[in-house]
């Protein structure tokens, strides 16, 4: 189960958690993607080491909290826990109301997601995005 976290200046990494940082509700018209709020589930570890050098969590984490901002969506960095972040996203997004991104490069959890997601994106583009600001 998800359960929101309040917005804090500063991020910490829980091994095992899900953040979930909720902005902008309102439609913006500038809006780069889509007109509505996704919901975006980041497989962290998959993002962070798509670039050389590895993004750090804190920086992960702080940098998709910003690109939420700016796009007005909500994001999920989900990293690995008691359960693997692969399994995680798979099940959050069929619980999830659409539409759901998922962001990876792992082949095998683009297809178990395909049905359910709107939208995949590559982790390596997703990151160079993010560093990009």
Request: aromatic share 6%.
């Amino acid at each position: 189960m998800l359960t929101p976290t309040p917005r804090l200046p500063k991020f910490s990494v829980n091994p095992g958690a899900i953040f979930l940082r909720r902005w902008n509700r309102q439609p913006i018209a500038c809006r780069e993607y889509n007109s509505s709020v996704a919901t975006v589930l980041v497989d962290a570890e998959n993002v962070r080491r798509s670039l050389w050098p590895n993004i750090p969590p804190h920086e992960l984490e702080e940098l998709c909290a910003r690109w939420a901002e700016k796009h007005g969506h909500d994001v999920l960095v989900v990293w690995e826990g008691r359960d693997t972040a692969d399994d995680r996203i798979a099940h959050e997004v069929t619980e999830l109301d659409p539409p759901v991104w998922v962001v990876t490069s792992d082949r095998e959890l683009r297809e178990r997601v395909d049905a359910h997601a709107e939208r995949i994106l590559g982790g390596g583009s997703f990151a160079r995005e993010l560093r990009a600001g």
